[in-house]
């Protein structure tokens, strides 16, 4: 089963901030935080992951809260393209190489 | 296109015949996984490759299915008398040996009907 909890569904204006939170009470000290989304009919896309420290690339920023319980991802500017399903994941270093998805959050990028 | 490739991109079946689909990893990549993903769900992992190797099969892989890497490189996901419950989309993706601090890169997947 999944380690963390999303919320279903969230919109968010296009050129606007997209802030979506993540739970995983239950992470482990090991584990790392992965975020990945996919968009309709093809293959899951990797975003960022952080294990302690926030993170930012290209595509977005990874906030991690202090107890490691939550985090947010953040797509500083959306545009209609990030209209995706997002994967929050918690993945061990080490140990079983697999991924295992919830069913993430539905972000609606409206014009 | 240096990304994951799968083909085919769609297979339409009978019920009860095989079904065979191909993935080509990102070279270099020596880790290579399956997953599969009905409609509204996450993607459910399948099994993984380390090289030739199948080190990990989740027990939804039943007796029907069965995955191999013969030479470290492409792989392949067989299923036998495809029942209803087996159309979905299977993906496939890579990620370089590293000591579990890796992305992987997946492809587009091959969408599978039964009928």
């Known amino acids: 089963d999944a380690k963390t909890t999303q919320p279903p569904s969230m919109d968010c204006a296009e050129g606007r901030a997209a802030n979506l939170p993540c739970n995983h009470s239950?992470?482990?000290?090991?584990?790392?935080v992965y975020w990945y989304r996919q968009i309709h009919s093809q293959g899951p896309q990797y975003i960022i992951h952080g294990l302690k420290n926030n993170e930012t690339n290209e595509m977005a920023s990874l906030i991690i809260t202090e107890d490691r319980k939550s985090s947010t991802l953040i797509l500083p500017h959306a545009t209609l393209r990030d209209t995706a399903v997002y994967y929050c994941i918690v993945k061990m270093a080490g140990g079983s190489e697999k991924l295992v998805f919830g069913k993430g959050t539905k972000l609606t990028v409206n014009p | 296109d240096t990304g994951v490739s799968q083909n085919p991109r769609h297979k339409i079946t009978k019920r009860g015949q095989n079904v065979t689909f191909r993935c080509d990893p990102i070279?270099?990549?020596?880790?290579l996984y399956w997953y599969r993903q009905t409609l509204g769900q996450g993607p459910e992992f399948l099994t993984y490759f380390q090289n030739e190797a199948q080190l990990e099969k989740s027990r939804l892989l039943s007796d029907r299915f069965s995955a191999e890497r013969p030479k470290g490189s492409f792989s392949t996901l067989e299923i036998q008398r495809t029942e209803q419950g087996d159309s979905a989309m299977y993906l496939c993706a890579s990620s370089p040996q590293n000591f579990g601090n890796t992305e992987a890169f997946f492809g587009q997947g091959t969408r599978l009907t039964v009928v």
């Open positions: 070279s270099e990549h020596n880790r």
């Open positions: 239950t992470i482990s000290g090991n584990e790392y």
